[in-house]
């Protein structure tokens, strides 16, 4: 189960990602906006808390740019949020940084590039090894 949310500048992009992958399969858990003018910590707040209560493995943020979901999401314990723009980066957050959640721009990408990213970053799996022992060092700045 995918939790994702949006603000009023993510709506249409959200909604067109639930569609379209809710069709390959993909399930998901909308946690709002339905279109209204909001805030976009607070969506934020309610998908990331999906993620650490085990309801949910992995997230998706939709605002106007993207920045403001991933800088909200990150103040979060245990949430590694990546802005994703491209396939590389979308890729290699989550094969070397294990990213939880992925945020886009609705305003700065296209909708077809949007379910691309999605689907990359929904498929590919955390290396390890390595790149655990630098996700644990993540884990320690929570902490201290
Ligand atoms: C809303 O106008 C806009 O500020 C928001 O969607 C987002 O881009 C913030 O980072």
């Not at 339905?34 to 934020?44: H, K, L, S, T, V």
């Not at 979901?69 to 723009?85: E, F, H, Q, T, Y």
């Not at 691309?116 to 090894?129: R, Y």
């Amino acid at each position: 189960m995918i939790a994702i949310g949006c603000d009023h500048a993510g709506y249409k992009l959200k909604e067109f990602l639930i569609n379209a992958l809710s069709e390959k399969g993909y399930e998901f858990k909308d946690m709002g906006c339905n279109g209204e003018r909001c805030d976009y910590p607070n969506i934020a707040e309610s998908v990331c808390k999906e993620i650490k209560s085990g309801n949910c493995d992995k997230g998706i943020l939709i605002c106007g740019t993207g920045i403001g979901m991933s800088i909200a999401a990150n103040k979060i314990k245990g949430i590694r949020a990546s802005l994703c723009s491209d396939s590389y980066s979308t890729k290699y957050t989550r094969l070397h940084n294990d990213a939880n959640v992925m945020c886009m721009g609705a305003r700065v990408i296209a909708s077809g590039l949007a379910e691309e990213l999605a689907e990359i970053f929904l498929t590919t799996n955390f290396e390890g090894g390595r790149h655990q022992q630098r996700i644990d060092l993540i884990t320690n700045l929570e902490n201290n």
